[in-house]
T-cell receptor, first 114, second 115 residues
Framework: AQTVTQSQPEMSVQEAETVTLSCTYD???????LFWYKQPPSRQMILVIR????KQQNATENRFSVNFQKAAKSFSLKISDSQLGDAAMYFC???????????WGAGTKLIIKP | DADVTQTPRNRITKTGKRIMLECSQT?????MYWYRQDPGLGLRLIYY???????NKGEISDGYSVSRQAQAKFSLSLESAIPNQTALYFC??????????????FGEGSRLTVL
């Protein structure tokens, strides 16, 4: 069965600096999607970035980028120039291409220090 | 207006009461989901529906039931609420059409407290 592991329950970073959140997953599939979702104190889950497994190029969305290492089954999120509004829980999720169910990590709480 | 709307946003109830959480969406998506979120456990899938006539149990369906009244509406019921069902509940939708990535779009959550 697929699993998703986020080994950092909490991370903190100084405003304007860069932080990387880790995610590893276990699967025997070759075709799948990976996602990072953000949950701010307002509690709504918001998609930050997605990565298709067949794409070698790492996805980027403004200050957010991923380091996708398919062989190592690693999918880390890098946040550059951290802002106070980035403070949130961040969840990593995996989806098989053949199945629309997502498998979720337990989340990482990101604290931004002013 | 939100694309995925959940009601109520917050609810406090007593053990043994029947509770219904409602979800409606304007995204035109065919698939709808109910998740439960507990601290430290991430999101766990309760039920999911791929269309009005296709409803499936998730990993933690015991104690819950659902109804897909229309493509846009998916409700979650707790027939007899118990304290360990205290949690934050999310409704989500996704689009199964070809070339869609299947990402989920979430409502704002319904916080349920069972005393």
């Amino acid at each position: 069965a697929q699993t998703v592991t986020q080994s950092q329950p909490e991370m903190s970073v100084q405003e304007a600096e860069t932080v990387t959140l880790s995610c590893t997953y276990d699967t025997s599939e070759s075709d799948y999607y990976l996602f990072w979702y953000k949950q701010p104190p307002s509690r709504q889950m918001i998609l930050v970035i997605r990565q298709e497994a067949y794409k070698q190029q790492n996805a980027t969305e403004n200050r957010f980028s991923v380091n996708f290492q398919k062989a190592a089954k690693s999918f880390s999120l890098k946040i550059s120039d951290s802002q106070l509004g980035d403070a949130a829980m961040y969840f990593c999720a995996y989806r098989r291409n053949s199945n629309y169910q997502l498998i979720w990590g337990a989340g990482t709480k990101l604290i931004i220090k002013p | 207006d939100a694309d995925v709307t959940q009601t109520p946003r917050n609810r406090i109830t007593k053990t043994g009461k029947r509770i219904m959480l409602e979800c409606s969406q304007t995204k035109g998506h065919d698939r709808m989901y109910w998740y439960r979120q507990d601290p430290g456990l991430g999101l766990r899938l309760i039920y999911y529906s791929f269309d009005v006539k296709d409803i499936n149990k998730g990993e933690i369906s015991d104690g819950y039931s659902v109804s897909r009244q229309a493509q846009a509406k998916f409700s979650l019921s707790l027939e007899s609420a118990i304290p360990n069902q205290t949690a934050l509940y999310f409704c989500a939708t996704s689009d199964s059409r070809p070339f869609r990535t299947g990402e989920l779009f979430f409502g704002e959550g319904s916080r349920l407290t069972v005393l």
